[in-house]
């Protein structure tokens, strides 16, 4: 018996994607965005700031840090309901749970700009044909996130207001 077995990485990306198929995920969207990692990456992690513009759903998401990566969230939509939310946030991944929902958003850098996608469904195993049947919607719905993402962080980072790259 040998212990050669092959080990592999997978990106933040990479990482959703598989864990949306695993989920029968209802939404899932990724998009290359003409904006550097940092800039998208600072927009979409400040999530108490700009997930409620990325989320037409959403009113307002409260974090209480429990570690530096992790944190305890209450999410508030629009007609008064509200979930609590555990999340695991690092550089270019980002998972948020309910005991019904699961959300989250990755991003790599990709060239001059970046990769940048989105999950949603639902935790509850019985859901998978339902989340199915919804994927075109969800998908959908993923793709204006991430023109979302994308004006949100045009805004905060115009391309006149972005710090010089260094030169070889």
């Known amino acids: 018996m040998t212990d050669d077995w092959p080990v592999t990485e997978l990106d933040p990306v990479r990482r959703l994607r598989v ?23 600072a927009v979409v992690s400040d999530l108490e700031g700009e997930l409620p513009h990325l989320l037409p ?22 007609f008064g309901h509200s979930a609590r939310f555990d999340v695991l946030l690092q550089p270019g991944w980002c998972l948020m749970q309910s005991g019904c929902v699961v959300g989250g958003m990755a991003a ?22 339902a989340q199915r049947a919804l ?11 991430i023109a979302r993402a994308q ?11 972005r710090p010089m790259e260094p030169t070889g």
């Open 19 to 41: 864990l949306a198929a695993g989920l029968n995920a209802a939404m899932y969207a990724d998009a290359h965005l003409d904006l550097p990692f940092a800039d998208v990456w």
């Open 57 to 78: 759903t959403l009113r307002a998401f409260r974090t209480s840090p429990t570690t530096p990566t992790r944190s305890s969230a209450w999410a508030y939509g629009p």
């Open 135 to 145: 994927r075109p919607l969800g998908t959908a719905r993923g793709h204006r996130m």
């Open 151 to 161: 004006h949100r962080t045009a805004l905060r980072y115009p391309p006149d207001r």
């Open 108 to 129: 790599v850098p990709e060239g001059a700009g970046t990769r940048f996608a989105v999950l949603g469904g639902l935790r509850q195993g019985w859901a998978g044909p």
